[in-house]
Structures are given as C-alpha cells and as structure tokens.
C-alpha cells in the first residue's frame, strides 16, 4: 500500500470518527443540529465558543456530552462576582518540610488545566477574572509570578452567557469576545423536539457509550483541518468579506456604514477560513468551497461587529449585515 493510499484511508476513518461525534451529540441535544454541527467544527479548528440562550436550554449538558464523547478532561467553572483570578488559574501554596522545616512555594494549578472548560455563565465574573482566560485561549499558556506554565492541547474553552438576566453581570469586552472563535445563540426548540427532550430527560437514564474520538485522533484531525488547502480566490473572498464589515470600506454595504462602528479583526478572517477548512474535511472534500464560507460566517462575525448609536437605536440584527456583507462579496 502506497503513502497516499494509507493517508486517504487514515483520512476516510477520521471523517467518520467525527461525524460519528456529531451524530452522538445530536442524540443528546435533541433540535439543535446546527449548534452541534458548528461545535464541532469549531473543536476540529481549534477554537473556542461563546454559547448564549435561556436558561434550561442544556448549554451545559452539551458540554458535558462532548468532553465525555471524546474522553477528554473535563472542569467546570461557576463564574460568579467573587471569583478571582486565583480560582480559573492557580495559586502558589506555601509548603512546610515536616522533618526539616524547610520552606517551599508549589504551584497548585486550577481548573483552566484542563482540556474542555466549561465557563457557566462567564458575564457573571468581574472583568479582572474575565481578563485571566486572555492568554491561556490566544496562546494556550499561562504565565504566574513569572513562569510559564504550557497547556496540554487540545485546549477548548466554552463559555456561556444568559441574554436575558443582565443584572449584576459584565458584559464581555471586545478582546474577550474576539479569542472566540464562534458565538452559538441556542433557540426554544419546537414543540414536537420539545416533546422529544421532555420524554428522553423524565425516563430511565442511558449508560454512557464509549468515546467516539479519541484525544490523539482528535489532535491528529485538527492537524489534518490545517492542510486543507483554500483556493487563493476563497482566501481573497474572506479577506474582502472582513474589510467589508468596517463602515470605512467602499465595499461595505450601505446598512453597514450605518449601523456599524468596527467591523471585524483579523481574527474573524482566521474564523471563517479555519471552520471552513473543517467543515469541508467532514463533507469528504480536499479543499474550501464559498458555500463554506456562507455556512460559517454568521458565527464568526456577529460578535465581532460593535454597532453605532444608530444601530442600536434601529436595533438592528448583525447577522442580517453579515448576510448583506456575504451578498455583496459573493454574489447574492
């Protein structure tokens, strides 16, 4: 068997692997296809996810489910007012020798060592506690009394917010909501998934399955995302996607230059084309196609676009201007 042979086969059980890992989390997150489907492909892109809905929507549940179905570690974070940075990162605990009495600093790690972070609704800390995640998403490290401390990959941080209860929160600010790289808004399912979930959450609890993926299958699986190749005209398409969402472009549709007072970094490119790139590995294709694109960028860019005086007043919706963006670059 030749190296392409092996490779391509390495590649076709991957491929079902992962899809393997979307279908079990559908199972468990009854009328939510799309949200599973882009939680995976932002775990295969190696990014992060701000998930937001109601309470009782199973934000956490989801969570849970795919940290067992790919048997990686698991810690949660309850983000409340009092949390200090301390709790998410570690601290430094002084040691005693009980027959020398010598005296030592160790490093007790947190609870961001781990591999999937679940933080509950993360508004809920203080900008200070927010700010300690900044590092260790962007460079999957974390520096303390000056050491570094490396991260084991795959490093997923997942961190939800209820849109509805805005008391005594802190939004998160726009370097915070920039290392996500999607925001997933989770909506009421209909009556007859409704129906579904009440009927699967009110029996006989199911014995867990084994993993589906495991973790060096995953870490191999977000190298092979990598080198997907995209097509120089899908990466200049991104990039005039990017541009066109700051009010300042020529390209930028009218609305934007309205309603919009930045549009969206680099990172929101980097977004698009990384998730792309997944989602064509597990449509069994070698390359990144414009229909990609479209699938992907509502949820790379609507937190990245801050609205004006006058987009809030008309209350626009951003994915609608993402839509208008996509239009106006692709062709609608």
Same mark, same amino acid.
């Given at each position: 068997?030749?190296?392409?042979?092996?490779?391509?086969?390495?590649?076709?059980?991957?491929?079902?692997?992962?899809?393997?890992?979307?279908?079990?989390?559908?199972?468990?997150?009854?009328?939510?296809?799309?949200?599973?489907?882009?939680?995976?492909?932002?775990?295969?892109?190696?990014?992060?996810?701000?998930?937001?809905? +109601?309470?009782? @929507? *199973?934000? =956490? #549940?989801? !969570?849970?489910?795919?940290?067992?179905?790919?048997? /990686?570690?698991?810690? $949660? &974070?309850?983000?409340?007012?009092?949390?200090?940075?301390?709790?998410?990162?570690?601290?430094?605990?002084?040691?005693?020798?009980?027959?020398?009495?010598?005296?030592?600093?160790?490093?007790?790690?947190?609870?961001?060592?781990?591999?999937?972070?679940?933080?509950?609704?993360?508004?809920?800390?203080?900008?200070?506690?927010?700010?300690?995640?900044?590092?260790?998403?962007?460079?999957?490290?974390?520096?303390?009394?000056?050491?570094?401390?490396?991260?084991?990959?795959?490093?997923?941080?997942?961190?939800?917010?209820?849109?509805?209860?805005?008391?005594?929160?802190?939004?998160?600010?726009?370097?915070?909501?920039?290392?996500?790289?999607?925001?997933?808004?989770?909506?009421?399912?209909?009556?007859?998934?409704? +129906?579904?979930? @009440? *009927?699967? =959450? #009110?029996? !006989?609890?199911?014995?867990?399955?084994?993993?589906? /993926?495991?973790?060096? $299958? &995953?870490?191999?699986?977000?190298?092979?995302?990598?080198?997907?190749?995209?097509?120089?005209?899908?990466?200049?398409?991104?990039?005039?996607?990017?541009?066109?969402?700051?009010?300042?472009?020529?390209?930028?549709?009218?609305?934007?230059?309205?309603?919009?007072?930045?549009?969206?970094?680099?990172?929101?490119?980097?977004?698009?084309?990384?998730?792309?790139?997944?989602?064509?590995?597990?449509?069994?294709?070698?390359?990144?196609?414009?229909?990609?694109?479209?699938?992907?960028?509502?949820?790379?860019?609507?937190?990245?676009?801050?609205?004006?005086?006058?987009?809030?007043?008309?209350?626009?919706?951003?994915?609608?201007?993402?839509?208008?963006?996509?239009?106006?670059?692709?062709?609608?």
């Amino acid at each position: 068997m030749t190296d392409l042979q092996q490779l391509d086969e390495e590649i076709q059980e991957l491929r079902a692997a992962a899809r393997g890992l979307r279908s079990r989390l559908e199972d468990r997150f009854i009328g939510q296809g799309e949200t599973v489907e882009l939680l995976v492909l932002s775990l295969l892109a190696g990014g992060h996810v701000l998930l937001e809905g +109601a309470p009782g @929507l *199973g934000k =956490t #549940t989801l !969570v849970h489910a795919l940290s067992s179905a790919v048997d /990686l570690d698991f810690q $949660r &974070l309850q983000c409340t007012p009092d949390l200090m940075p301390s709790d998410v990162l570690g601290t430094r605990v002084l040691r005693i020798d009980d027959d020398t009495g010598a005296r030592s600093f160790d490093f007790e790690r947190g609870p961001v060592f781990t591999h999937v972070l679940l933080a509950d609704e993360i508004n809920r800390a203080t900008p200070r506690t927010q700010s300690a995640l900044l590092e260790a998403m962007q460079e999957q490290q974390v520096t303390l009394h000056g050491t570094t401390h490396e991260l084991d990959a795959p490093f997923f941080v997942v961190a939800t917010q209820n849109p509805i209860e805005m008391e005594g929160t802190y939004p998160l600010p726009e370097a915070q909501l920039d290392r996500f790289l999607f925001k997933l808004e989770i909506e009421m399912p209909g009556a007859d998934h409704l +129906a579904e979930i @009440l *009927g699967a =959450t #009110t029996g !006989v609890a199911r014995d867990e399955d084994p993993p589906s /993926l495991t973790r060096p $299958r &995953l870490l191999r699986l977000q190298e092979l995302v990598r080198e997907i190749p995209a097509p120089s005209t899908v990466v200049e398409s991104v990039a005039q996607i990017v541009l066109a969402t700051h009010p300042s472009s020529e390209r930028a549709p009218e609305r934007v230059r309205s309603c919009l007072r930045y549009g969206s970094s680099l990172r929101g490119g980097q977004a698009i084309l990384l998730a792309s790139k997944a989602r064509a590995l597990l449509a069994d294709r070698l390359h990144v196609s414009e229909a990609d694109v479209r699938a992907v960028a509502r949820p790379a860019l609507r937190h990245r676009l801050i609205t004006s005086y006058e987009g809030e007043a008309t209350g626009v919706e951003r994915d609608h201007l993402v839509d208008e963006v996509l239009d106006r670059v692709l062709g609608g």
